[in-house]
């Protein structure tokens, strides 16, 4: 199928917009967008020339992720008939354009490497998460923002107590902070839980997702949310190889010949903190009686460092989400041999 390849480098006010010429074998720009639904209309526009021009049948769109100011354009490609957008990790575009000597960093030159990525690697398609996970997620954003604006008041107030000759006024507008945060934090925890309330199959996928050893209830939401990205970006046909290397589980031999071998690491693609979180998921869920301790212990006793192990674990509790996730059957423990 003939496509047309567009680039777009996002910034918060503007789309610097660029697409793959097959004929010449060259990256065109074609002009700099306001970042506004009246500019998308306008670049619909110019890429819909271009694809009469070239009789392409589809348009893809590849952008990178530039802290949410690429969403609404983002979605705006999702809804238009024969386009298909991508939001490749920015470390990709970026390492492919330094391998084939790509040195110049400017907005405009941005889109047209990107536009030649875009040919080039075929990025995987983006789709959005549905409305109701999307909202779930800013409301954990909020919460984390809360939470950790919480713990450097805390912490300010604590350092506060050392001052040789501190005045009152600190203390009083440190511990009204603290109080005041507590009160949003409560009342956000509440919001969320209406908005389980009233997602009922929400609510059903946090209740399936729960029955995994290690998971908890501080963890639970983030991980059902993750679930939900890997099935829509996978039609839900996704496999537990592919969410493992989305969260930068997966491992990454270093061999070279004979003479250069290093440890084994995993590739730490993806987002941090929730590998962050599967670890500490993996750290509480060895320590009860289930599967997963008796898969930790099994590889602790084949002499693999506990830290390992523990990524190891970690990797098992995304594998068994996604099996209970796809299949919105809770984990069964009677399926495994704790003495395997």
């Avoid at 995993?266 to 009860?288: F, H, K």
């Avoid at 506990?306 to 970690?314: G, N, P």
Wanted: proline share 5%; glycine share 8%.
């Amino acid at each position: 199928m003939k496509k047309l390849c567009v680039g777009v480098d996002v910034s918060e006010k503007t789309l610097d917009v660029a697409y793959w010429d097959d004929q010449k074998q060259e990256a065109v720009f074609l002009g700099k967008y306001a970042n506004t639904h009246t500019g998308f209309r306008t670049i619909k526009e110019k890429i819909e020339e271009r694809r009469k021009a070239t009789n392409a049948e589809l348009v893809h769109v590849t952008m990178e992720p530039s802290g949410g100011y690429e969403q609404p354009f983002a979605h705006f490609v999702d809804q238009q008939d024969g386009w298909d957008g991508s939001l490749p990790n920015p470390v990709h575009p970026k390492r492919w354009s330094e391998a084939i000597g790509k040195r110049a960093k400017t907005d405009s030159q941005d889109a047209r490497t990107l536009a030649h990525y875009c040919f080039v690697s075929n990025p995987p398609v983006w789709k959005p998460l549905p409305a109701e996970v999307e909202q779930l997620e800013h409301l954990l954003d909020r919460l984390d923002n809360l939470n950790d604006m919480l713990s450097r008041e805390k912490n300010r107030l604590g350092s506060a107590q050392y001052h040789v000759k501190p005045h009152e006024a600190v203390y009083d507008d440190l511990r009204e902070s603290i109080t005041s945060l507590e009160d949003r934090i409560e009342k956000i925890q509440e919001i969320i839980n209406d908005h389980l309330d009233k997602h009922p199959h929400l609510k059903e996928q946090r209740k399936i997702l729960l029955s995994v050893p290690g998971v908890g209830v501080k963890s639970v939401l983030y991980i059902l949310i993750t679930m939900n990205r890997w099935g829509a970006f996978t039609h839900g046909e996704g496999d537990a190889n592919g969410i493992v290397a989305l969260l930068g589980l997966d491992p990454k031999t270093h061999e070279s010949g004979t003479s250069i071998r290093k440890p084994g690491r995993i590739s730490r693609q993806g987002d941090r903190s929730q590998r962050s979180r599967l670890y500490m998921c993996a750290l509480g869920g060895v320590r009860g009686n289930n599967p997963l301790r008796a898969f930790y212990e099994r590889l602790v006793g084949r002499g693999k460092p506990k830290k390992l192990a523990l990524v190891a674990a970690a990797r098992k509790i995304v594998v068994w989400c996604w099996a209970v996730f796809r299949s919105n059957i809770p984990f069964d423990a009677a399926r495994f041999d704790h003495n395997q």
